[in-house]
């Protein structure tokens, strides 16, 4: 499902490079200008920055580390001047006792920096370095500025002279260590192997915390279970232990990382990884939590009767978890410094192709947005869409899966199932009967008038047959027959119900018409080669007679039945017939 979101982000994001290299100047002929060169140390944003400098300390590399600085001098006002080397040793003395950097995930990967954190709008927050003695925290200011005709971000001066006036303090406050900071030993990745135990050893202490707390669940789901039994919340429970254990363990693990004293580069990948797995063990917790939220609802629907809700509720949970999903997605590949911006801003640009390509996949999502909203089927629907006919199993957001008469399974994309003419069996309330009965070229007008009548009175009187309206019409005379057309709707709770009911009145129209003297037609010409019974006449004159002593009477019920004989027909017929084992079993 989330298959195609990944694959738009990632082609959208190819298709800003490749924006990013074309040439404005090459289709009009004229010598395009040559694209700005990339600051090789990578300072075009306040990630870049927090980034380059890491990596500049963690190999102890401070010449390097002066590049990312406003200045290589500053004097502080009580003290010597501090310059070149000396000035990064001064940063990374102060980061490692009582600093803190902002991580790729805090930091902006903008060129520009944020516009929403107060300052100006060529300075940027990236840390802070806790006061001693009750002196305020120091933020850590990056400025940007324009070096070699390219904007970069740089410490800035000012952060740069306060934090040298401030090193010497905090280096005789001791800070809040726990540890040592001096590296001893042998180092990785420029951070002490001791610190990489202490991390290691803090991360399992974080756990078993974590997994002490999650296991006082148990006792709680053992009081619901024993007096509810196994209920939705008891299982939402045992489903969840695994990512609020994950980001119980995070939470524990960044409080107690700030009283062990680390170096600053150590901390540094150490809360940024802790924020990475943090949001993954989030988007867990709120993966389960959606899981939970639709069973409920589903549920609460489910009591209430209102089955129409499923497809809605199902489609909602999927299009939560999608947009969860590409969140984590999102905030991963900022932090690891993909400008997701200007590869969403290609799709306008230069993703033409890819608007092209993904268009089966929005019509299918518009498609399923209008199944759910106009709500033609629902899960559990018998229809017939096109030329199939087949039972509703799932309606998801790109395709309808459905059950079909030869027990496979068809799945039909929602922008064509939408576009399709739907013919929904499940919702009908009432079941059409129209056969229509061709009698032979012998019948007699007053055997036609005694069918007539008998008919009507067979439909009203039938218990399962909705006498508004029920008709029997003299309607043709055919090619080869007599036709006689029935209209009627079958009261049935199901399909299988409409077929019993048909039968029965199927049967009890060949019995009519046995009764009145006539017979069926055939759809074929007829040699006589010798004499044949013809109609019986008995039976022709007693309908002939049948209908003389209603015509006497006036209870000739043409054109039309009486309201007083339809009321007292009304229900006459014993369904299901006499004698039937449906009958005797009270069926």
């Not at 802070?128 to 200011?141: E, K, M, N, R, S």
């Not at 890819?354 to 929005?362: C, D, E, M, T």
């Not at 029997?472 to 080869?480: D, N, Q, W, Y």
Request: hydrophobic fraction near 45%; include cysteine.
């Amino acid at each position: 499902m989330r298959a195609p979101f990944l694959a738009i982000l990632f082609l959208a994001l190819f298709s800003a490079n490749a924006a990013a290299q074309t040439l404005p100047g090459a289709t009009s002929g004229e010598p395009a200008a040559a694209a700005p060169q990339k600051d090789p140390l990578g300072r075009e944003t306040p990630q870049g920055l927090v980034s380059g400098l890491v990596s500049a300390l963690s190999d102890a590399d401070y010449e390097r580390a002066v590049r990312f600085f406003e200045t290589d001098r500053v004097r502080p006002l009580s003290g010597r001047a501090v310059t070149g080397a000396a000035l990064a040793q001064e940063l990374q003395k102060a980061l490692d006792q009582a600093g803190a950097l902002m991580t790729p995930t805090e930091l902006s990967g903008e060129p520009t920096g944020r516009g929403d954190d107060g300052l100006a709008e060529d300075m940027e927050r990236f840390g802070t370095i806790a006061g001693t003695d009750g002196a305020p925290a120091l933020p850590l200011l990056a400025h940007r500025v324009e070096r070699d005709g390219k904007q970069i971000w740089l410490v800035s001066t000012e952060t740069l002279g306060q934090v040298a006036a401030r090193a010497s303090t905090v280096e005789s406050s001791g800070g809040t260590s726990l540890i040592g900071i001096e590296p001893r030993g042998p180092t990785a990745w420029g951070v002490p192997a001791s610190h990489w135990a202490v991390m290691a050893a803090l991360a399992c202490l974080s756990f078993l915390i974590a997994w002490i707390l999650t296991a006082a669940r148990g006792l709680f789901v053992t009081l619901v279970k024993r007096r509810y039994g196994d209920t939705r919340l008891t299982r939402f429970v045992n489903a969840s232990a695994g990512p609020v254990r994950l980001l119980l363990t995070v939470i524990v693990f960044g409080i107690a990382l700030q009283y062990v004293g680390l170096t600053i580069v150590a901390r540094y990948h150490a809360v940024f990884l802790a924020e990475i797995v943090g949001w993954f063990s989030l988007a867990w917790v709120l993966w389960r939590v959606t899981d939970a939220a639709g069973d409920f609802f589903l549920s609460q629907m489910s009591q209430r009767g209102r089955l129409t809700a499923y497809s809605a509720v199902s489609f909602i949970k999927r299009a939560v978890k999608a947009i969860f999903a590409l969140l984590l997605i999102a905030v991963i590949l900022h932090s690891f410094g993909v400008n997701i911006t200007t590869g969403l801003a290609a799709l306008g640009i230069g993703g033409l192709a890819i608007a092209l390509g993904a268009q089966k996949l929005f019509e299918n999502l518009i498609g399923s947005l209008m199944l759910i909203a106009d709500r033609p089927v629902r899960i559990g629907d018998f229809c017939r869409f096109g030329d199939s006919l087949g039972t509703v199993e799932d309606i998801g957001i790109r395709s309808t899966r459905i059950r079909t008469l030869d027990r496979t399974i068809l799945t039909v994309p929602n922008g064509e199932f939408a576009a399709l003419h739907i013919e929904n069996y499940s919702s009908r309330d009432l079941f059409l009967f129209r056969p229509t009965l061709n009698l032979r070229y012998e019948t007699t007008p007053d055997q036609l008038r005694y069918l007539l009548q008998e008919l009507r009175a067979m439909l009203y009187a039938h218990p399962k047959v909705d006498p508004d309206p029920a008709r029997v019409r003299f309607i043709s005379l055919g090619a080869h027959s007599l036709d006689l057309e029935i209209f009627a709707y079958v009261i049935a709770e199901d399909y299988n119900e409409f077929l019993e009911v048909q039968e029965d009145l199927l049967l009890r129209c060949m019995d009519i018409v046995e009764a009145s003297g006539s017979g069926f037609a055939f759809p074929s010409q007829t040699l006589y080669l010798g004499r044949d019974g013809g109609l019986d006449e008995t039976k022709s004159g007693a309908a002939e007679k049948a209908v003389e002593s209603w015509r006497e009477k006036g209870e000739l019920q043409l054109p039309r039945f009486s309201s007083e004989e339809i009321n007292r027909l009304r229900g006459r017929i014993d369904y299901p017939p006499r004698g039937a084992a449906v009958a005797k079993n009270g069926g």
